[in-house]
């Protein structure tokens, strides 16, 4: 997944995408880096969201509900990669496809919010 992706996926749920000055390392004790958008302190921050694991994917399922999006990534995530007709097994099976690996599962919203134009939610 991109810089850009993970940067849009980060911005949808609501965190920052953190950036430091280019550089600063070589000039600046650490201790005294900031974020350029929510001055966090580089030494005492987690590094950016990977969305390659639970957490991360368990994020962006709670931020599409709780934006009233969740039915619109389900119905896109069916026409997508599903298959027309599905028994209730056949769609309990696809459940279970679409949320068992968090790295794709990201990349599938990801896909999806970029076909809408965004993902700052407002779309
Ligand atoms: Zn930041």
Known sequence: ?????????????????????????????????YCLHCGCQKSNTKPNRTFTTNDDAHALVLKLEEKGMWRGFWDYAMYTWGENDMTPIAYCLFTYWLISNPARFCEMVNEFLEQKGGGDGEG
């Open 1 to 33: 997944m991109t810089d850009e992706s993970r940067k849009r996926l980060t911005l949808f749920i609501g965190e920052c995408w953190h950036e430091f000055p280019h550089g600063a390392e070589i000039t600046l004790d650490p201790w005294y880096i």
